[in-house]
């Protein structure tokens, strides 16, 4: 972990949530700031931005040591570039069953040419973040369907600060909660992550 990590890195699949989220600024005691990366993928003439992987993590550096919920992409070059940086993060992705919800919100906001790569290419981009999760040692959470990350913020807060404790695995906390049947907060399942 890069030592001076106090941001809780949240790499966001495509409609899971991330705006709606940073519509809320704060929770929890933490800030929210949605580093959306298509400011930095294109120039202002259109074309693709070369130096996006570099510009993009010029833009995240700055909130390391910050403590806030920061939210980025997860283009393959964002999450590469976050592990060779040593930075901890989680990636949150759709379970299957919630791919053709976020293929309708893509299409409701207008989104067609994304809708469609995603009907596509979807389930690949999915497993790619899965695989990359396993061989980077990040945390990977999916959530459910009608769920999103305002649904499991508390739960992935409440992991990094026993990571930043120094508690590492899951905490007790977790252990507890997962003694017990019910889900401790939020809709659905509790939401653990070993970063």
């Known amino acids: ?13 495509t409609c899971v949530g991330k705006s709606e989220l940073a519509k809320l600024l704060e929770v929890f005691g933490w800030r929210i700031v949605d580093l959306d990366s298509k400011h930095y993928s294109f120039l202002e003439n259109g074309d693709r931005n070369p130096n996006f992987e ?12 910050q403590k ?13 570039r976050l592990a060779r940086e040593g930075i901890r993060f989680v990636i949150v992705s759709h379970q299957d069953d919630a791919m053709d919800e976020c293929i309708k ?5 207008g989104d067609f040419k994304l809708a ?30 009608d769920q999103g ?3 499991i913020v508390r739960d992935l807060i ?30 659905g399942r509790r939401q653990l992550v070993k970063w």
Not at 1 to 13: R, T, Y
Not at 105 to 109: F, G, P, Q, Y
Not at 170 to 177: F, H, K, N, P
């Open 1 to 13: 972990m890069c030592p001076q990590q106090q941001a809780l890195v949240i790499s966001g699949f």
């Open 54 to 65: 570099e510009d993009y993590w010029q833009a995240i550096r700055p909130y390391m040591s």
């Open 68 to 80: 806030v919920i920061l939210l980025v992409s997860t283009h393959p070059s964002t999450r590469r």
């Open 105 to 109: 919100r893509l299409k409701s906001r």
């Open 116 to 145: 469609d790569d995603f009907q596509t290419n979807g389930k690949s981009y999915q497993q790619d973040c899965m695989h990359f999760a396993a061989r980077e040692s990040c945390g990977y959470v999916e959530v459910e369907r």
């Open 149 to 151: 990350l305002t649904d």
């Open 158 to 187: 409440d992991s990094w600060e026993d990571k930043l404790a120094g508690a590492g695995g899951l905490a007790q906390r977790d252990r507890e909660i997962l003694a017990k049947p019910e889900p401790a907060l939020g809709q």
